[in-house]
């Protein structure tokens, strides 16, 4: 089953809030089916975004990076 990916509305580096669209995914099989909005899951930055929009169950189509404070890493 394909699926297409199309974003338009955020780019890398742009500010995500949770339930916040990133994308919609358009079901070529079933053109009669409306898209279906992607939303980010948190609040955080839009890192990765797929280039290529044919996608396939299980794909990543966006990464949303959280904020920490550095010290959290050491």
């Not at 974003?7 to 500010?15: I, K, V």
């Not at 009669?32 to 396939?56: H, L, N, Y």
């Amino acid at each position: 089953r394909r699926v297409l990916f199309r974003s338009g509305m955020l780019e890398p580096g742009d500010p995500v809030s949770a339930g916040e669209p990133v994308g919609r995914l358009w079901f070529s099989d079933r053109p009669d089916r409306p898209p279906v909005e992607v939303v980010s899951p948190v609040d955080g930055f839009v890192v990765v975004q797929k280039a290529i929009p044919v996608t396939e169950q299980g794909d990543s189509v966006f990464v949303v990076g959280v904020p920490i404070d550095r010290t959290a890493l050491l």
